[in-house]
C-alpha cells in the first residue's frame, strides 16, 4: 500500500515564501514525484515534476520562483516556493508515479492536498 503525504502548507503575504514536503511510503519503485494544484474555480495543473529518469519539468508561471528537490533515500519531495503571488493561492497536491520493478508502466498515488493561501 502506497501512501503520499504533503505538509507544510499555510499562510503568508505577497513576496513570501513556503516550503512544502511530500513522503511517499511503502513499498516503492519511484519513477518520479511533483507537485499539482488547484485553483478555486479552475482546473488542477502542474506546478512542478521530477522524473526519476528524465527531465525536471515547471509550469512557466513559477519558474525563477519554485524549485523542486528530493532526498531519494527518503522518498521524499520538496517544493520550495518563494516571492508568492496571489495566483499561488491552491490546493496543492503531491503525486508519486509508482512502477513495478520498472517505469514502463505505473500508476500514480496523490495526497490529501494542503492549502497555500497567498494574501496582498
Known amino acids: 500500500q502506497v501512501q503520499v503525504v504533503e505538509s507544510g502548507g499555510g499562510s503568508v503575504r505577497t513576496g513570501g515564501s513556503l516550503k512544502l514536503s511530500c513522503a511517499a511510503s511503502?513499498?516503492?519503485?519511484?519513477?518520479?514525484m511533483g507537485w499539482y494544484r488547484q485553483a478555486p474555480g479552475k482546473e488542477i495543473e502542474l506546478v512542478s515534476f521530477t522524473q526519476t529518469e528524465g527531465p525536471t519539468n515547471y509550469a512557466d508561471s513559477v519558474k525563477g520562483r519554485f524549485t523542486i528537490s528530493q532526498d531519494n533515500a527518503k522518498n521524499t519531495v520538496y517544493l520550495q516556493m518563494n516571492n508568492l503571488e496571489t495566483e499561488d493561492t491552491a490546493v496543492y497536491y503531491c503525486?508519486?508515479?509508482?512502477?513495478?520493478?520498472?517505469?514502463?508502466?505505473?500508476?500514480?498515488?496523490w495526497g490529501q492536498g494542503t492549502q497555500v493561501t497567498v494574501s496582498s
Open positions: 503525486a508519486a508515479n509508482v512502477g513495478e520493478g520498472t517505469c514502463t508502466s505505473f500508476k500514480t498515488y
Open positions: 511503502g513499498y516503492i519503485f519511484r519513477c518520479g
